[in-house]
């Protein structure tokens, strides 16, 4: 999630942690992979739903949250 916002959506890191509630620390280690960093395979429904996450968190819309982010990657396929 803090890479699509850096990366993809061209956040600075202070922001993405703004919005993320983090400090900017916490977002620079998940950048440099010092946290959170576990490789594991997305389905392509949850990569999709991500991208959209990561976009509702940049422009404020709020038609998808966390929750459906986690009903999502729990979702048998």
């Given at each position: 999630?803090?890479?699509?916002?850096?990366?993809?959506?061209g956040?600075?890191?202070?922001?993405?942690a703004?919005?993320?509630?983090?400090?900017?620390?916490?977002?620079?280690?998940?950048?440099?992979?010092?946290?959170?960093?576990?490789?594991?395979a997305?389905?392509?429904?949850?990569?999709?739903?991500?991208?959209?996450?990561?976009?509702?968190?940049?422009?404020?819309?709020?038609?998808?949250?966390?929750?459906?982010?986690?009903?999502?990657?729990?979702?048998?396929?």
């Amino acid at each position: 999630m803090v890479s699509r916002l850096v990366n993809n959506q061209g956040l600075s890191q202070s922001d993405a942690a703004k919005r993320l509630g983090v400090t900017r620390a916490a977002v620079s280690q998940y950048l440099s992979r010092k946290r959170g960093y576990g490789a594991i395979a997305l389905s392509s429904d949850l990569d999709a739903m991500i991208d959209r996450w990561a976009l509702a968190v940049v422009t404020g819309e709020s038609d998808i949250n966390l929750c459906d982010v986690c009903q999502c990657a729990l979702k048998k396929e």
